[in-house]
């Protein structure tokens, strides 16, 4: 069972990361965009496989890592909308 969830969470990782590079090529024609929204799929994906193992400590280490994820999150968005703000008050 532990495997089918690991290919699991492995294929839809994939599936957001393609959605998400085929989302910024659109746009824009370097990588940095797409990495940087790539970044917290990867981290809480790899923070919840680390959650199905039966180690108490590693458990606790992939809590860590899907609330880490979620926060960095929410800094990016803010820091999104303080640098369009300033942006904006610059013209």
């Given at each position: 069972m532990?495997?089918?969830q690991l290919l699991l969470i492995l294929?839809?990782?994939i599936i957001y990361?393609?959605?998400?590079?085929y989302f910024c090529k659109r746009f824009q024609d370097g990588l940095s965009l797409p990495l940087i929204l790539m970044?917290?799929?990867?981290?809480?994906s790899l923070g919840f496989a680390?959650?199905?193992?039966?180690?108490k400590t590693?458990?606790?280490?992939?809590y860590f890592v899907t609330d880490s994820s979620s926060a960095f999150i929410s800094i990016l968005f803010?820091?999104?909308i303080i640098l369009g703000q300033l942006k904006y008050w610059k013209k």
């Open positions: 532990f495997t089918y294929a839809l990782v990361c393609a959605v998400i590079f970044f917290p799929i990867i981290i809480f680390l959650r199905l193992t039966n180690n590693i458990i606790d280490v992939g803010t820091g999104a």
